[in-house]
Nanobody, 125 residues
Framework: QVQLVESGGGLVQAGGSLRLSCAASGRTLSRYSVGWFRQAPGKDRDFVAG????????RYADSVKGRFTISRDNTKNMVILQMNNLEPEDTAVYYC??????????????????WGQGTQVTVSS
């Protein structure tokens, strides 16, 4: 079964850190660009960060630049989102998704064909 599974979400105080993982099964993630998106209650799902197939291109939403870092661990067929200095506004369900675009990173969710089930991130003030 081809799937993506996110993990690492939880409850953290403002200023804290979380490390989200996106693990793939049935798909070699290094052959795909991978994006992280998030959806807060009552809001649209928005692009957060993405990394190209080879890892040479990364993109971030302005709201997370300097705080979040996306990276690959190809030995584990995984993409990581390190989130530091978290703010209450970062509270959302976080999803990872894969896209066969290369070498660019696309920010529009319609281009991503495989999605995980999401992991909840809650930042308290």
């Amino acid at each position: 079964q081809v799937q993506l599974v996110e993990s690492g979400g939880g409850l953290v105080q403002a200023g804290g850190s979380l490390r989200l993982s996106c693990a793939a099964s049935g798909r070699t993630l290094s052959r795909y660009s991978v994006g992280w998106f998030r959806q807060a209650p009552g809001k649209d799902r928005d692009f957060v960060a993405g990394i190209s197939r080879a890892g040479g291109v990364t993109r971030y939403a302005d709201s997370v630049k300097g705080r979040f870092t996306i990276s690959r661990d190809n030995t584990k067929n995984m993409v990581i989102l390190q989130m530091n200095n978290l703010e209450p506004e970062d509270t959302a369900v976080y999803y990872c998704a894969s896209d066969d675009a290369n070498p660019i990173v696309r920010t529009t969710e319609a281009y991503y064909d495989l999605w995980g089930q999401g992991t909840q991130v809650t930042v308290s003030s």
